[in-house]
């Protein structure tokens, strides 16, 4: 049984040597019997060894999706059924919560703190979505006499669900449990550098009784098997979150079969600190805001607006509270900060900050990866704090996803709006001010998908979840993910 306790001590090890794909609820290695490795972030060590899926796996992965919804074993139980399924995923997944963060912190170098917050929320989107099914469906609608309309609402079909190494299990939660819910069936493709997570998903849906073939794990490479997955005729629906890039191409491919696509991408998302907040909260947000889980979220507030009267002593208390920040052993429960996922993401991270750094700005805080022994392992980088620059720079225009932010002025509400939506991205942002009618004009302003008032945290289940511009389209953890699983079918008749 896992422990991990006060001192950050954990007991046994829950990652297993070798992981195989989940294909039609049978554990098989890949076709061609090609491995790669997993590595923990925080060590370099190597976890685990896992099977790399080829296109021929791909296929067999979506005909038996296809063949589950096809069979109706799935899509056509009864709401209340699929939602007990849910409800049981969940029950398992509260049962081995010590394994499921243990198994996270290993393969990803975040803190326990953060896995446990995104394990908990990963449960609570089962539960959501078990509950929120039983009630969702068509409508009437007002039609001439005579006739009759009503609307039905039928599950998409097949989803391929490709997601990112940032928040590995919570992001699968995002995929899998509204598309069940929905009737879906499911190809998950894991990132490469977080899989095990996903696996640990596939044994307990096995175990709560999901029927063969309705999830299936995949993991490979993305350019291969994940483009694969896009192009696939018999895939229904490509459910994404990563790089805005990657999303593009994402999109352009699937244009061919005229897929269902849902993208949720980068961001840059802005953070206005007004002179009338709570600056003490404002500080203690806006660092949450950038410096959880290293800087590597979608949604991290990496442009920070702070209004030029209070600049001064905002700026004087977040560089002191920063300066505070323990950066390390991601189990240790002092740790504010983990290690970033990859050797190569650690140098992407390094090369934005020399990039500032020439661009004209100020490193104020940070700006390296951390010294001593400590650090000789793994891959790390400081929380990085940047004045002197210009919202037009690339250092403000580029998601660095790391623990990177660049600090500007502005005058007045209007510039803070400006400035806010001078971006490609509109994923998240954040305000902070007492002024409640100023709060809801800023709200309303900003182009984005997610406004924080006086918050720091962005995700609730229920709560939409996704991007303007170029972060995507399409919501999660709601009600609206339900319907961007769904069809709906239109019935008129004349009496
Ligand atoms: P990525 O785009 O490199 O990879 C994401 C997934 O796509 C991986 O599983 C990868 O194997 C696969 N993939 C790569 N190339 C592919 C292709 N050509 N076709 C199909 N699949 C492909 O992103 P990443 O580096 O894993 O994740 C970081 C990105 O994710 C950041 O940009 C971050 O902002 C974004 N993100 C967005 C949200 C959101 O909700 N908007 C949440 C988390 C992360």
């Not at 999830?215 to 990563?242: C, E, M, Q, R, W």
């Not at 210009?390 to 403000?396: G, H, L, P, Q």
């Not at 902070?432 to 998908?449: P, S």
Request: aromatic share 10%.
């Amino acid at each position: 049984m896992t422990e991990i306790t006060k001192e950050g001590k954990r007991g046994t090890e829950v990652i297993k040597e070798q992981y195989q794909l989940f294909i039609n609820g049978e554990y098989k290695d890949s076709s061609n019997g090609d491995r790669f490795e997993v590595v923990n972030p925080a060590t370099g060590e190597i976890l685990t060894s896992v099977a790399k899926g080829t296109r021929d796996d791909a296929d067999s992965a979506v005909q038996a999706a296809k063949t589950a919804f096809e069979s109706g074993k799935w899509p056509r139980q009864t709401a209340a059924k699929r939602a007990r399924l849910l409800n049981k995923i969940a029950e398992l997944m509260r049962k081995q919560f010590e394994q499921l963060v243990e198994a996270e912190v290993l393969n990803t170098g975040k803190t326990v703190a953060a896995a446990q917050g995104q394990i908990m929320q990963a449960i609570q989107d089962f539960e959501y979505y078990a509950g929120a099914i039983t009630s969702f469906g068509g409508k009437t609608n007002p039609m001439p006499n005579g006739f009759f309309n009503y609307t039905l609402k039928e599950p998409v079909g097949v989803c391929a669900q490709i997601i990112p190494w940032n928040y590995p299990l919570m992001m699968a939660a995002w995929k899998v449990a509204p598309a069940l819910a929905a009737g879906c069936t499911v190809v998950l493709k894991p990132a490469s550098y977080t899989p095990i997570t996903a696996y640990m998903l596939a044994d307990i849906c096995k175990e709560a009784g999901v029927p063969d073939g309705v999830v299936n794990v995949l993991t490979g490479s993305g350019a291969d098997i994940g483009s694969y997955l896009t192009d696939h005729p018999d895939v229904d629906k490509v459910a994404f979150t990563g790089e805005t890039e990657t999303g593009k191409d994402i999109m352009s491919r699937a244009s061919q079969t005229l897929k269902r696509v849902t993208l949720e991408l980068g961001g840059k998302s802005p953070n206005l600190v007004f002179d009338d907040c709570d600056i003490d909260n404002a500080v203690d947000g806006s660092l949450f805001g950038i410096f959880y889980n290293s800087g590597q979220s979608c949604e991290a507030r990496s442009r920070l607006f702070v209004q030029e009267d209070i600049y001064d002593e905002f700026m004087e208390k977040f560089l002191d509270k920063a300066a505070k920040l323990k950066v390390g052993d991601p189990f240790n429960e002092k740790t504010h900060m983990g290690a970033v996922i990859s050797k190569s993401h650690e140098k992407v991270i390094d090369d934005y900050v020399q990039l500032a750094k020439e661009e004209g700005g100020e490193i104020l805080f940070g700006g390296k990866r951390p010294e001593g022994e400590e650090y000789n392992n793994g891959f790390w980088y400081e929380p990085t704090i940047i004045g002197g620059v210009t919202n037009d720079m690339r250092i403000s225009q580029e998601e660095v996803f790391g623990p990177v932010v660049v600090v500007m002025k502005f005058k007045d509400e209007k510039e803070a709006l400006k400035l806010a939506n001078d971006t490609k991205f509109g994923l998240g942002s954040a305000v902070w001010t007492k002024d409640h009618a100023k709060a809801t004009r800023v709200a309303a302003g900003i182009k984005a998908g997610i406004v924080m008032v006086n918050n720091h945290i962005s995700a609730f289940p229920g709560s939409p979840f996704g991007g303007y511009k170029q972060s995507g389209f399409g919501r999660e953890l709601s009600l609206e993910t339900l319907d961007l699983y769904m069809e709906t079918k239109s019935v008129v008749s004349y009496t």
